[in-house]
């Protein structure tokens, strides 16, 4: 059954979220407004059809997945491509500590936005490379027409813009627990549009925070 329809969702808050502090690959756990968050995405994703769930590896992907197959009723499968931007020796730091302490390099970050290879860490170009990488190799799975990717920020604007204008994806957010759609072109199996971005309607009254894209600096 070919598939026709992709859930992206980001996993719940943590601590570092709300200091505002880059995780990159640290094993950061959910905190309680986070555990709260994936618990109403779980209740909101249970009906929505989705066959299999490829989650990062990451912990507090881990923990959201967890949180959401109780709900779907089958195991998650992880996977390292899934995961966050590794950024080396900034991991743990804020954006104005990045700056203050790496003047140099954070200027590299800012004229070579894609390229740009953070100390110890990735480029955003080697992100999509591998995020692509896993999408196709889902698809060719066709393990149901609707999929779900548990993955972060970073990464997920790295697949969207695989397909989307770079500007808009800048201007809108990619907050915790938010769910992305995108379904296949009837007409060109290769393309996909985007149905609804960034949607924490589920939250109802928790709040959804969101510090901006790290590699963006006009996106704070």
Do not use: C
Not at 167 to 188: G, H, Q, Y
Not at 203 to 217: A, M, N, T, Y
């Amino acid at each position: 059954m070919t598939v026709k329809r992709v859930i992206l969702v980001r996993p719940g808050e943590t601590d570092w979220n709300m200091r505002g502090r880059w995780q990159g690959w640290v094993a950061v756990p959910l905190n309680e407004h986070g555990r709260k968050q994936a618990q109403h995405l779980a209740r909101f994703l249970r009906n929505a059809g989705i066959k299999v769930l490829y989650s990062s590896d990451l912990r507090r992907a881990r923990e959201t997945a967890a949180i959401l197959a109780e709900k779907l009723g089958f195991a998650p499968e992880f996977d390292e491509r899934l995961r966050e931007r590794h950024i080396g020796t900034w991991q743990g730091l804020t954006p104005d500590e990045m700056r203050a302490w790496y003047p140099d390099e954070y200027r590299q970050l800012v004229e070579d936005r894609a390229g740009y290879i953070v100390p110890n860490g990735e480029s955003r170009n080697q992100v999509k490379q591998r995020m692509i990488s896993a999408f196709n190799d889902y698809l060719r799975r066709d393990e149901g027409e609707t999929i779900a990717i548990l993955s972060h920020s970073s990464a997920i604007r790295t697949l969207l813009s695989q397909w989307v204008d770079e500007a808009k994806l800048v201007s809108t957010d990619v907050d915790n627990t938010s769910v992305t759609t995108i379904v296949r072109d009837e007409n060109d199996d290769t393309l996909w549009h985007i149905v609804a971005m960034n949607d924490v309607t589920h939250l109802e009254e928790l709040e959804s925070r969101s510090i901006g894209e790290f590699d963006d600096p006009r996106h704070r």
